[in-house]
């Protein structure tokens, strides 16, 4: 992999089962933690045993500013007054050309969090929206 072949500028389109989020220009908390037991062995006080148990997930948030995407994303939120259902994602990071640089699948994602603008004429920023989901792991078939 050269410099070329890396991404400078990205943008994530965001999919969760047949609800096209659109693209986001921030994503964070993609990862995961093997979350560690620690054992003390009697006689032995040079040496504490550090045990793996679990993975752990954090939380995924994805934020842009307002455009029309943000419809699909109160779409989506209003389907959930029916009842919510965890379900798979995918997050594909993008070039500015559209060239996929990585994919992430997901599995039994449930929505944590949805934030709005903050409507203030006083505030020169861009309003901008932020998802917060929750995911228990990956799928096999990411980049």
């Known amino acids: 992999m050269t410099v070329a072949d890396t991404a400078v500028s990205v943008c994530f389109v965001v999919k969760i089962d047949t609800h096209d989020l659109g693209s986001f220009t921030s994503c964070e908390g993609l990862g995961c933690e093997v979350v560690l037991e620690t054992r003390e062995e009697g006689g032995n ?10 993975l752990k997930f954090p939380n ?20 959930l007054a029916a009842g ?11 070039t ?26 006083d505030s020169p920023k861009a309003s901008t929206e932020t998802i917060e989901i929750a995911h228990h792991g ?6």
């Open 138 to 143: 990956f799928l096999p078939g990411g980049n």
């Open 60 to 79: 995924i948030k994805l934020t842009r500013p307002l455009g029309p995407d943000t419809m699909k994303v109160a779409k989506w939120i209003s389907g």
């Open 96 to 121: 500015v050309d559209g060239t996929v640089v990585a994919t992430w699948n997901l599995t039994d994602v449930v929505p944590v969090r949805w934030t709005g603008p903050s409507l203030n004429l």
């Open 45 to 54: 006080n040079a040496y504490v045993w550090q045990l793996p148990t679990r």
């Open 84 to 94: 919510v259902k965890r379900t798979t994602a995918t997050i594909q990071a993008m």
